[in-house]
């Protein structure tokens, strides 16, 4: 009998045992390596390894109900984390008038996020790493809490110091990719395969975004809220701070079996991916796709203020657009998951992003709100629709290269083209946006069409690596193995890699 933990010597994942353990979810029984002369090849490499301790024991993967509260706190985070960061760009009219600065300083507020989280997303592999994953998410909830408070400093000294409020964003913007980055880690150390996707999209849906958008420019009125908003803000940071330090660390059962063979050093992925043209190709496409999303809903206020729009007409419009992207990443997942039909997929979804990026161009000029609704809402929904597909298929595709890195990758690459469009779009709108705003605002929905163009050729220039698949596939019913699961499942299956011995405490 085993005291502490019980090893598990798996022979390979070629074999009908690993593949039950990893991806079925079924009690298996693994047998002991081969010692004789005659035994097969997959088997022969393991002679020189010892034994397993025990060789007829079973275990179940499953899903532990710990996992639903770390998910509750990692959710809340967010939610703290997203109110943070939509604070000022909810209402830039009256942070200008307040701090006695530009719309353009105010927009640095939003730029500063976005750079902090390309820079940042160099080393949270690492971070992972060597601390494992509360760690980071203690981190995130510290810095979200410490910058929430620096930021009321700021805006209660007399008079109210723009400089401590930008450093209170710049020490609270290190919370965002310590916790987006952690999405696929988390997920494969919690969930189960069947349960994954609809926890990842839990976490990475910004409801936070929603709250902030309706609340926000409802509440805060005039200037003299301003103050009171930062208090709200930072109670909500100090609860979600509070929540992740008392979640659990890990399942009893870690769930992440192939954690141990993807991990892989950050720069050697990049030098895995700088040779996949079809990733970088992705790569550009989730960019165009969410960092243009990222500069429109950030500037909206600003741009559709010389329409007569207010604050919390904006506040709505972009919370009701959220609210139909989360719909669209739904639906994704749903029918990503029955067809896996990605290419298709691609080219249908992102024309109908152009489609309404050129619509909302001649609606603005009705000066209708309804109107408006639905082309930003319709947008929204394709935009969010295509998002998962992008990321789950550029994961499929990065093998060898780790998957968790492909993700952050990808999204350091959406956080890059939001950081240049913000700049480009608040550039096209005018420091004031009182003057010719109509005209500035047309330039910048005529970019955000051109972007969109550009992504709908990339999604047809794009080609999907078949002949790795097919090669497999056929490999796989050869010897008898179970249909094909993933592109991403298929290429680790031609590896013919030994998974190491797995820990797993009783």
Avoid at 350 to 359: E, F, I, K, R, Y
Wanted: glycine fraction near 6%.
């Amino acid at each position: 009998m085993v005291k502490d933990s019980l090893e598990i010597q798996v022979i390979s994942p070629g074999s009908i045992h690993a593949y039950e353990a990893i991806h079925l979810s079924r009690p298996v029984s693994l047998p002991s390596p081969c010692l004789s002369p005659k035994c097969t090849p997959p088997q022969r490499h393991l002679m020189h390894r010892p034994p397993p301790v025990a060789n007829h024991h079973t275990t179940v993967l499953r899903t532990y109900p710990q996992a639903w509260v770390a998910l509750f706190c990692i959710v809340f985070l967010r939610i703290s984390i997203a109110l943070f960061q939509f604070t000022y760009s909810a209402i830039p009219g009256l942070t200008g008038q307040y701090f006695g600065v530009s719309l353009m300083a105010v927009n640095w507020l939003a730029i500063i996020l976005c750079g902090v989280y390309v820079v940042l997303s160099f080393f949270t592999e690492k971070i992972f790493e060597y601390s494992g994953l509360k760690i980071p998410i203690m981190l995130a909830g510290f810095f979200n809490l410490l910058g929430a408070g620096i930021r009321c400093i700021g805006a209660t000294t007399q008079p109210p110091s723009f400089i401590v409020t930008v450093l209170g964003q710049l020490i609270g913007a290190l919370a965002g990719p310590l916790t987006l980055n952690i999405l696929t880690n988390f997920v494969s150390m919690w969930f189960t395969e069947r349960l994954r996707a609809m926890a990842g999209m839990l976490v990475a849906s910004n409801y936070g975004a929603i709250i902030g958008m309706f609340v926000i420019p409802t509440i805060t009125v005039s200037t003299e809220y301003i103050p009171y908003l930062l208090y709200g803000v930072t109670i909500i940071s100090f609860v979600a701070f509070v929540g992740v330090i008392l979640m659990p660390a890990q399942p009893p059962i870690p769930l992440s079996y192939l954690k141990g063979i993807e991990k892989s050093d950050f720069l050697k992925s990049l030098r895995i991916l700088s040779k996949n043209h079809q990733f970088w190709i992705l790569f550009f496409i989730h960019g165009l796709n969410v960092g243009v999303c990222i500069a429109f809903n950030t500037l909206l206020p600003q741009l559709i203020s010389p329409y007569g729009y207010t604050d919390i007409d904006a506040g709505q419009l972009n919370a009701i657009s959220f609210l139909f992207g989360i719909l669209g990443c739904l639906i994704a997942g749903v029918i990503w998951d029955n067809t896996r039909q990605h290419v298709l997929l691609l080219r249908l979804t992102a024309p109908m992003v152009l489609v309404a990026d050129v619509g909302m161009i001649h609606i603005i000029d009705l000066h209708s709100y309804s109107a408006m609704m639905i082309v930003m809402s319709t947008n929204q929904f394709f935009l969010s629709f295509l998002v998962p597909i992008v990321i789950e298929l550029a994961g499929e595709i990065s093998y060898p290269a780790a998957e968790s890195t492909a993700s952050s990758v990808m999204w350091q690459g959406a956080q890059m083209f939001g950081f240049l469009f913000i700049l480009i779009m608040g550039y096209l709108g005018g420091p004031s946006m009182n003057i010719q705003g109509s005209f500035n605002l047309h330039h910048a929905l005529v970019l955000q069409a051109l972007v969109a163009t550009v992504m709908v050729a990339l999604t047809f220039i794009y080609k999907e690596p078949r002949s790795s698949s097919e090669r497999v596939s056929e490999a796989r019913v050869k010897s008898n193995q179970l249909p094909v699961a993933t592109l991403r499942e298929n290429m680790i299956f031609a590896q013919e890699y030994t998974i190491p011995a797995v820990s797993i405490r009783e």
